[in-house]
T-cell receptor, first 113, second 111 residues
Framework: EAQVTQNPRYLITVTGKKLTVTCSQN?????MSWYRQDPGLGLRQIYY???????DKGDVPEGYKVSRKEKRNFPLILESPSPNQTSLYFC????????????FGDGTRLSIL | SQQGEEDPQALSIQEGENATMNCSYK?????LQWYRQNSGRGLVHLIL?????REKHSGRLRVTLDTSKKSSSLLITASRAADTASYFC???????????FGAGTRLFVKA
C-alpha cells in the first residue's frame, strides 16, 4: 500500500531536549516536505526536498533541521525544542513533476513543555 | 507568508444542500489543489486544477479557477454528513517549488 509513515504519532517532551520525527515513503517520490499546522493558520511549510541531498527552506524553517540522505526518508530534527514548536506536524511526498498531488502522513502531535 | 485564503472560515449546511468554498491567492501559480482533512488526520488530495484550466469535475466536486481574479471555488453538490471536514486550498506558485496552504474552511453537514 502506498503510504507516508511518520513516527512518533504523539510526543510530549521538554524544552531543549533534541528530538527527531521520522518520515518514510514507499512511492519512490523525489519530492518530500514538512509542514506544521496550527489553529487558524492552516499548514505552513517548514522545509522541502526536491531529491536526495537537496533541501530548501519553506516559510517557517527557524528552529528546524532536515536531512535527505536516502530517497525514502526525510527526518525532521528539532535540535533545541521550545514551547512555540508545539504543533501538529505533517510529512508529505509527491512526484517532482509539476502538477502532482501530495500524499500526506497521518501527522505527529508534538507538545513541548 | 500565507498565499491562499479560504472563505468562509466555517460553513454549516443541511444534508443534501450544496456547499461552496472560495480560495484567493496573491501570486502567479502553476496549479491550485484542494485537500480535505478529517479532524486531526492527514490531508487527502481531492482535485488539482492547472493554471490553464477554468473548471474541473470529480464526482460531486466541481472546482473553478479564475486566474484574472486569483481565485478558485470548490463546490460540493448534494452534501452528506460524511463530507463534514476541513477543506484547504494549496497553491504551487511559479518560479519556485514551495506549496502554500490557506487556513481552511470547516464544513459541517447536518444529517
Amino acid at each position: 500500500e502506498a503510504q507516508v509513515t511518520q513516527n512518533p504519532r504523539y510526543l510530549i517532551t521538554v524544552t531543549g531536549k533534541k528530538l527527531t520525527v521520522t518520515c518514510s515513503q514507499n512511492m519512490n517520490h523525489e519530492y518530500m516536505s514538512w509542514y506544521r499546522q496550527d489553529p487558524g493558520l492552516g499548514l505552513r511549510q517548514i522545509y522541502y526536498s526536491m531529491n536526495v541531498e537537496v533541501t530548501d527552506k519553506g516559510d517557517v524553517p527557524e528552529g528546524y533541521k532536515v536531512s535527505r540522505k536516502e530517497k525514502r526518508n526525510f527526518p525532521l530534527i528539532l535540535e533545541s525544542p521550545s514551547p512555540n514548536q508545539t504543533s501538529l506536524y505533517f510529512c508529505a511526498s509527491s512526484s517532482p513533476a509539476r502538477n502532482q498531488p501530495q500524499h500526506f502522513g497521518d501527522g505527529t502531535r508534538l507538545s513541548i513543555l | 507568508s500565507q498565499q491562499g485564503e479560504e472563505d468562509p472560515q466555517a460553513l454549516s449546511i443541511q444534508e443534501g444542500e450544496n456547499a461552496t468554498m472560495n480560495c484567493s491567492y496573491k501570486t502567479s501559480i502553476n496549479n491550485l489543489q484542494w485537500y480535505r482533512q478529517n479532524s486531526g488526520r492527514g490531508l487527502v488530495h481531492l482535485i488539482l486544477i492547472r493554471s490553464n484550466e477554468r473548471e474541473k469535475h470529480s464526482g460531486r466536486l466541481r472546482v473553478t479557477l479564475d486566474t484574472s481574479k486569483k481565485s478558485s471555488s470548490l463546490l460540493i453538490t448534494a452534501s452528506r454528513a460524511a463530507d463534514t471536514a476541513s477543506y484547504f486550498c494549496a497553491t504551487d506558485h511559479t518560479g519556485g517549488f514551495k506549496t502554500i496552504f490557506g487556513a481552511g474552511t470547516r464544513l459541517f453537514v447536518k444529517a
